[in-house]
Protein backbone atom coordinates (compact mmCIF):
# COMPACT_ATOMS: atom_id res chain seq x y z
CA UNK A 1 0.00 0.00 0.00
CA UNK A 2 1.07 3.26 -0.86
CA UNK A 3 -0.21 5.85 1.69
CA UNK A 4 -1.08 8.64 -1.04
CA UNK A 5 -2.73 6.03 -3.26
CA UNK A 6 -6.16 6.50 -4.15
CA UNK A 7 -6.56 3.13 -6.32
CA UNK A 8 -4.71 1.70 -3.49
CA UNK A 9 -7.35 3.08 -1.08
CA UNK A 10 -9.81 1.81 -3.33
CA UNK A 11 -9.00 -1.31 -3.97
CA UNK A 12 -8.27 -2.46 -0.34
CA UNK A 13 -11.53 -0.87 0.77
CA UNK A 14 -10.15 1.90 2.16
CA UNK A 15 -12.79 4.27 0.69
CA UNK A 16 -16.15 2.38 -0.73
CA UNK A 17 -16.73 2.80 -4.26
CA UNK A 18 -18.67 0.60 -6.56
CA UNK A 19 -17.21 -2.89 -6.69
CA UNK A 20 -18.25 -5.23 -9.56
CA UNK A 21 -15.22 -8.07 -8.98
CA UNK A 22 -13.00 -8.85 -5.51
CA UNK A 23 -10.71 -11.22 -5.11
CA UNK A 24 -7.17 -11.65 -2.96
CA UNK A 25 -5.10 -9.92 -5.51
CA UNK A 26 -7.73 -7.56 -7.38
CA UNK A 27 -10.56 -5.64 -7.26
CA UNK A 28 -12.30 -4.55 -10.15
CA UNK A 29 -14.64 -1.03 -9.68
CA UNK A 30 -16.98 1.03 -12.02
CA UNK A 31 -14.38 4.41 -13.40
CA UNK A 32 -15.34 7.83 -12.16
CA UNK A 33 -15.71 9.13 -15.45
CA UNK A 34 -16.81 6.74 -17.60
CA UNK A 35 -15.92 6.95 -21.47
CA UNK A 36 -18.37 3.92 -22.08
CA UNK A 37 -21.49 2.50 -20.95
CA UNK A 38 -19.52 -0.17 -19.49
CA UNK A 39 -16.44 1.27 -17.78
CA UNK A 40 -14.96 -0.78 -15.52
CA UNK A 41 -10.75 -0.84 -13.53
CA UNK A 42 -9.10 -3.92 -12.79
CA UNK A 43 -6.50 -3.01 -10.17
CA UNK A 44 -4.33 -4.64 -8.26
CA UNK A 45 -4.53 -4.63 -4.60
CA UNK A 46 -0.91 -3.93 -4.00
CA UNK A 47 0.91 -1.35 -5.21
CA UNK A 48 2.50 -1.26 -8.79
CA UNK A 49 2.98 2.43 -10.46
CA UNK A 50 2.67 0.97 -13.92
CA UNK A 51 2.84 -1.55 -16.18
CA UNK A 52 6.68 -0.36 -16.45
CA UNK A 53 7.49 -0.99 -12.90
CA UNK A 54 6.26 -4.84 -13.21
CA UNK A 55 9.04 -7.62 -12.77
CA UNK A 56 8.76 -11.14 -13.29
CA UNK A 57 7.58 -11.21 -9.79
CA UNK A 58 4.22 -9.94 -11.07
CA UNK A 59 3.81 -12.74 -14.34
CA UNK A 60 1.13 -14.73 -12.52
CA UNK A 61 -0.85 -11.15 -11.06
CA UNK A 62 -0.76 -9.83 -14.59
CA UNK A 63 -2.03 -13.03 -16.42
CA UNK A 64 -4.73 -12.96 -13.21
CA UNK A 65 -5.90 -9.31 -14.36
CA UNK A 66 -6.21 -10.46 -18.12
CA UNK A 67 -7.59 -13.87 -17.05
CA UNK A 68 -10.48 -11.96 -15.12
CA UNK A 69 -10.99 -9.17 -17.38
CA UNK A 70 -12.56 -11.81 -19.47
CA UNK A 71 -14.60 -12.96 -16.89
CA UNK A 72 -15.61 -9.98 -15.67
CA UNK A 73 -16.67 -9.13 -19.19
CA UNK A 74 -18.84 -12.12 -19.33
CA UNK A 75 -20.88 -11.47 -15.89
CA UNK A 76 -21.17 -7.67 -17.10
CA UNK A 77 -23.00 -8.93 -20.47
CA UNK A 78 -19.93 -8.23 -23.05
CA UNK A 79 -20.37 -11.35 -25.37
CA UNK A 80 -20.01 -9.39 -28.21
CA UNK A 81 -16.70 -8.09 -27.31
CA UNK A 82 -14.95 -5.42 -25.29
CA UNK A 83 -11.73 -3.58 -25.03
CA UNK A 84 -9.06 -3.81 -22.45
CA UNK A 85 -6.70 -0.83 -22.32
CA UNK A 86 -3.27 -0.31 -19.86
CA UNK A 87 -2.52 3.41 -20.50
CA UNK A 88 1.19 3.60 -19.54
CA UNK A 89 2.81 6.07 -18.26
CA UNK A 90 2.87 10.15 -19.67
CA UNK A 91 3.16 9.10 -23.67
CA UNK A 92 0.48 7.03 -22.59
CA UNK A 93 -1.97 8.83 -21.18
CA UNK A 94 -1.38 7.11 -17.61
CA UNK A 95 -3.15 9.58 -14.82
CA UNK A 96 -3.44 7.33 -12.25
CA UNK A 97 0.35 5.91 -11.17
CA UNK A 98 -1.16 3.06 -9.43
CA UNK A 99 -1.22 0.16 -12.43
CA UNK A 100 -4.50 -0.90 -14.15
CA UNK A 101 -6.96 -2.29 -16.49
CA UNK A 102 -9.71 -0.61 -18.67
CA UNK A 103 -12.17 -2.36 -19.13
CA UNK A 104 -14.47 -0.70 -21.83
CA UNK A 105 -17.55 -2.26 -23.37
CA UNK A 106 -21.18 -1.48 -25.18
CA UNK A 107 -19.74 0.99 -27.56
CA UNK A 108 -18.05 1.06 -30.54
CA UNK A 109 -14.93 2.45 -30.68
CA UNK A 110 -13.23 3.36 -33.84
CA UNK A 111 -9.77 2.04 -34.02
CA UNK A 112 -7.04 3.20 -34.52
CA UNK A 113 -8.94 6.77 -34.09
CA UNK A 114 -9.53 8.90 -36.37
P1 LIG B 1 -5.50 6.46 -16.62
O1 LIG B 1 -5.69 7.79 -17.30
O2 LIG B 1 -4.46 6.56 -15.52
O3 LIG B 1 -5.30 5.32 -17.53
O4 LIG B 1 -6.90 6.15 -15.95
C1 LIG B 1 -7.28 6.58 -14.70
C2 LIG B 1 -8.77 6.37 -14.62
O5 LIG B 1 -9.15 6.42 -13.27
C3 LIG B 1 -9.59 7.46 -15.34
O6 LIG B 1 -10.43 6.84 -16.30
C4 LIG B 1 -10.38 8.12 -14.22
O7 LIG B 1 -11.69 8.47 -14.62
C5 LIG B 1 -10.37 7.08 -13.14
N1 LIG B 1 -10.40 7.60 -11.79
C6 LIG B 1 -9.59 8.58 -11.28
N2 LIG B 1 -9.86 8.79 -9.98
C7 LIG B 1 -10.84 7.90 -9.66
C8 LIG B 1 -11.55 7.64 -8.45
O8 LIG B 1 -11.32 8.27 -7.40
N3 LIG B 1 -12.49 6.65 -8.49
C9 LIG B 1 -12.76 5.95 -9.63
N4 LIG B 1 -13.72 5.03 -9.56
N5 LIG B 1 -12.12 6.18 -10.78
C10 LIG B 1 -11.18 7.15 -10.79
ZN1 LIG C 1 -1.33 2.35 -5.22
Known amino acids: MADDCIFCKLANG ?3 TDVV ?3 DLICSFK ?3 PQAPVHVLIV ?11 T ?7 GHMLLKASEIAGKLGLENGYRVVINTGEDG ?3 V ?3 HIHLLGKRYMEWPPG
Not at 44 to 54: A, Q, R, T
Not at 56 to 62: F, G, I, P, T, V
Request: charged content about 30%; proline content about 6%; aromatic content about 4%.
Open 93 to 95: GQT
Open 14 to 16: EIP
Open 31 to 33: DAA
Open 44 to 54: PKKHVGSLDEC
Open 97 to 99: HHL
Open 21 to 23: YED
Open 56 to 62: AEDHALL
